[in-house]
Nanobody
């Protein structure tokens, strides 16, 4: 029932930047865990980044090691949107990128969702291609 739509993908040269956007339908966006996954050609879908409502109404963020320092996840709850700013892109970042949301089941604490099974809604995916 929650619909997610990604935008902002494309082709860039290595070292360049892109910002992916994901807009969500429905209510209670601010309390949902949101994530980004990617699926490189011929590989399994893998975790990239997540943000969730944690301790003291703080929004936590976590990343896969390979993108730390290069990618930043953020959200604008007023717009029901989550973003992935990708800098210093590398050819190995080439993949279809998917926006994901959980079912708003009350995620709290320091645990973060990095398994695709922990998310309930998915966008259609958007291609990011990084040329060398």
């Amino acid at each position: 029932q929650v619909q997610l739509v990604e935008s902002g993908g494309g082709l860039v040269q290595a070292g360049g930047s892109l910002r992916l956007s994901c807009t969500a339908s429905g209510r209670t966006f601010s309390s949902r865990t949101m994530g980004w996954f990617r699926q490189p050609p011929g590989k399994e879908r893998e975790f990239v980044a997540t943000t969730w409502w944690g301790y003291g109404s703080i929004y936590y963020a976590e990343y896969v090691d390979s993108v730390k320092g290069r990618f930043t996840i953020s959200r604008d709850n007023a717009k029901n949107a989550v973003y992935l700013q990708m800098n210093s892109l590398k050819p190995e970042d080439t993949a279809v990128y998917y926006c994901a949301a959980d079912a708003d089941r009350g995620h709290s604490g320091t645990y973060y969702y990095r398994l695709k099974e922990e998310y309930d809604y998915w966008g259609q995916g958007i291609q990011v291609t990084v040329s060398s």
